[in-house]
Each structure stands twice: as C-alpha cells, then as structure tokens.
C-alpha cells in the first residue's frame, strides 16, 4: 500500500495487509521446513542462516554493495524456493539476512535515509504474481526504521540475467530502469535485490537512483553468485 510520509510528502511502501496473511495462512496449512535443508522447524533453519558468511560485491568504482553469503548449497536452495516455487514466508527469512548487513553498516557509521528496491517489470510479476525484491525490501525497511519509496521502475521487459553472458547481461539492461523526478533528491539509499551475478543489474539501477537525486547509493543482497 501507497501512503503519503510527512514532512517531504514522499511516497512510502508499506507491507500490505494481504501479505502478512498470506504468510500466516501458511504457517498454519503447511509444515514448516527449512527451504535450504528440510529440516523441520523453520522455513529457514538457524544452521543454514549461520553458515551465511557476508562478502563485499565487486561492483566497480562508483557501487559499493554486500551479499549475505554465496549462492551455493542450502542458500541456493531457499532463494529458488522463493523466488520460483512461491514460498512467500521465506521473505522473512532471507529479508532477515539482508536486514542483518544493512543493520551492521547503520552500526559501524554508515549513513542510510531510505530503501529502494530492484523492481521487476509489469509483466513479469503479473507471470510470478509478486515482486520477490520488493518482499525482502520490505522487511529491510521495516527493521531498519527506513522509508521504503517506490522510485524506481522497470520500463522495458529484458531477458533473464542467467542465459546471457556477461557482456549480453550490461547490453541487456540498457535503458531497463527510470526513476522518479527528484524522487530522491539528496537522499542516501540502500538499494535492494535478491541475487548478484555481474552486478549489472544493481549498476543500472543504482543509475538511475543517482539521475533521481540519490546523494549516494548502497546495494544488499541474499547472495552473491559472482
């Protein structure tokens, strides 16, 4: 849901009521398993969540970003888990994770103002009927105390990342994003997605965050797969 923040009168994200539901229901319908080891328990187990070592993404001069751990083994297997079999409560889970860096920055001086997310394109969310980066933003923001604003927007449907190259990947993503009109004039914002490869994806949006004002952009994700 859309509401109007105070003071600037920014647009802010806030997890739909919907959403919340849809996580209970469930809890309650389905036994709990950890995603990445099926054990039972959690969606995702603590043993899984602690083998999740942190890593600084290369993402070039202008980008600084950090992944919650590598997209291998159990990790692997929860972000396929949520992302292409519909298991929304791992949201929670792996928006935990992403919560925990973006926490550990806030500590150590890291100036954050709000979250932005990595959207998909109309199409294909209306394919996989929810935004899987915009979950774990939420749950970012959330923990964070931030502003989660929707600056960004996807205006061209491009080719999925993982069958191209790493040139085809930055040809790809050309013009893929806009942002706002001084949606986020002079702000520091955290970018988030769900997995790092080349880093095209996270450079193009953070793109077009800086020609919507961003003062400096930052990128979290579940995993690095690098």
Not at 24 to 39: E, I, Q, W
Not at 168 to 191: H, I, K, P, T
Request: glycine share 8%; net charge positive.
């Amino acid at each position: 849901m859309l509401a109007y923040a105070d003071g600037r009168r920014r647009l802010v994200c806030r997890p739909t009521e919907p959403s919340r539901r849809v996580r209970t229901l469930s809890d309650v319908v389905l036994p709990r398993r950890c995603a990445g080891c099926r054990a039972p328990g959690d969606w995702l187990c603590s043993s899984c969540r602690d083998a999740c070592e942190p890593e600084a993404l290369a993402l070039g001069p202008s980008l600084r970003g950090r992944a919650a751990g590598t997209f291998a083994g159990p990790l692997r297997e929860a972000i396929h888990a949520f992302k292409y079999g519909g298991e929304h409560a791992l949201s929670n889970e792996l928006g935990a994770l992403v919560a925990r860096l973006v926490a550990g920055d806030l500590a150590t001086g890291t100036l954050l103002d709000a979250v932005i997310v990595v959207p998909l394109h109309r199409d294909r969310l209306r394919e996989r009927g929810y935004d899987q980066a915009l979950l774990l933003a939420e749950r970012v923001a959330s923990s964070g105390a931030l502003s989660l604003l929707p600056a960004l927007h996807r205006i061209r449907r491009t080719d999925p990342q993982v069958v191209l190259d790493r040139a085809e990947r930055a040809r790809n993503l050309g013009g893929a994003f806009v942002g706002v009109a001084d949606s986020l004039r002079g702000l520091r914002v955290a970018l988030v997605d769900d997995v790092a490869t080349t880093g095209a994806t996270l450079r193009s949006a953070a793109a077009a965050a800086r020609a919507c004002g961003a003062r400096s952009v930052r990128a979290y994700v579940i995993a690095s797969d690098a």
